[in-house]
Structures are given as structure tokens and as C-alpha cells.
């Protein structure tokens, strides 16, 4: 059986009072994403092939000393249900008496069963209508990865998990038109917690940063 010790974990945040709304938790992030959206801040985890930097048993140690400080743990990424080891982490993360959040876009619906029952939150990743997809994943052929995206969101409002739906709004690809769009087909699937979230620059290319810059500026906003 796969363990949590076989996860690339790119980083451990220790204490985060905003990745569960309402929560104190440790972060944990995840090596490896197959999507490499436009706005993205954390390049340097996306490549599968990095190797982890934290050992699980960091997270093991930090639980410890934590009971009755911290509420629970988030997995997060990178995409977290790219490693198969994130079933056991999760499992082990409530057996320690803690709750589990998951960070997700959904780029592996197949994972999701298994994983689900030992989820307590998830914070739900939703790029653009699935026409628009593959121009913020820029990968995939046609609406692959929304295909993908979608059958995951179905699974996991199927599952009765409390789940948040963000949408990050990219102006270099979205429409406010676009936006109240997808905010339908949200609504149609019974989905009620619907954050838009603010395209930021940090941490994105320079070629990004120039197009938001740019965009902004024709639709006359500064900041």
C-alpha cells in the first residue's frame, strides 16, 4: 500500500489562518501539476520530476506538538491528487485527531473516491467555463482538462464534503460575461459557495505580468 512517506512535499507552511476560511492549520504543499495556468504563483512545484524537499515525517513531528493548536491540515499544491500517497496522508491526519482540507482543480477525478471519505473541506479550484479551460491550463486538447475539472467537481458535491468553489478571474481571458456565465453552471450544479478571487502578479512570468498590466490598463484600472 502506497504510504504518506513516498509524497513530494515541496513545502510545509507551519501556521495558516487563510487556507481553511475559519481555520487554524499547517499547509502542506504538494510536488507536481499537470496544468500550468496563466496567473499560477507557484512555478517552481509544478515539474513532477523535482524531488520533495520536506519529509512527511516533518509533518508527523509538527502534528505532535500541535494537538489542541491547530485545527488541521491542508493538502495543497502543486495539485495534491497527483501523488497517490495523499489517501494515506489524509487517512493518518484525522487518525491523529486533526481535520483535513484539500486544495484541488480537479485535474484527477479518479482519485477522488478514495480520497473524499477522509476529507473534511475542500477548497475547489474552477478556472473559466469549460470552453475556456485549455486557454488558462494551456494544456490538453479542446476541453480536456474541463472535462476533467468538471467530473471531479460532480464527485466531490456528490460526496456531501463542505466545499468552496474559487475562481481566480483572469482578465487576459475572462469577460465579465464570461464570469456570470460560469457563475450559472456553478449555481445549475448545486454549488453555493462561490468565491472570486483577484488575478495578482507575484510570483507569475514576466510575459504574464506584462499582458495583466497591460489589460488592466486598457480597462483603466491601476491596481
Not at 172 to 198: M, S
Request: hydrophobic share 45%; proline share 5%.
Amino acid at each position: 500500500m502506497t504510504t504518506a512517506d513516498t509524497l513530494a512535499v515541496a513545502g510545509l507552511t507551519r501556521l495558516s489562518t487563510v487556507d481553511w476560511p475559519g481555520r487554524l492549520v499547517a499547509t502542506v504543499f504538494l510536488q507536481g501539476c499537470p496544468w500550468r495556468c496563466t496567473y499560477c504563483h507557484n512555478s517552481a512545484i509544478l515539474d513532477p520530476r523535482t524531488p520533495g524537499t520536506v519529509p512527511w515525517q516533518d509533518v508527523r513531528d509538527l502534528l505532535a506538538r500541535r494537538r489542541g493548536l491547530l485545527d488541521g491540515v491542508v493538502l495543497s499544491g502543486g495539485e495534491p491528487t497527483r501523488q497517490a500517497g495523499v489517501v494515506a496522508a489524509a487517512r493518518e491526519v484525522r487518525a491523529a485527531g486533526f481535520g483535513v482540507g484539500l486544495h484541488t482543480s480537479g485535474a484527477y477525478p479518479a482519485r477522488l473516491p478514495a480520497l473524499l471519505p477522509h476529507v473534511d473541506w475542500v477548497g475547489f479550484d474552477v478556472k473559466a467555463p469549460a470552453r475556456l479551460y485549455r486557454a488558462i491550463t494551456r494544456t490538453g486538447a479542446g476541453t480536456a482538462s474541463a472535462d476533467r475539472a468538471f467530473a471531479a467537481l460532480r464527485t466531490v458535491l456528490a460526496s456531501g464534503v463542505d466545499v468552496q468553489v474559487r475562481t481566480t478571474v483572469d482578465p487576459t481571458v475572462l469577460t465579465d460575461a464570461d464570469v456570470a456565465e460560469l457563475t450559472a453552471v456553478l449555481a445549475d450544479l448545486g454549488v453555493r459557495d462561490h468565491v472570486l478571487q483577484r488575478a495578482r502578479p507575484d510570483g507569475t512570468t514576466a510575459a504574464y505580468r506584462a499582458a495583466l498590466a497591460a489589460r488592466r490598463q486598457r480597462a483603466g484600472c491601476t491596481t
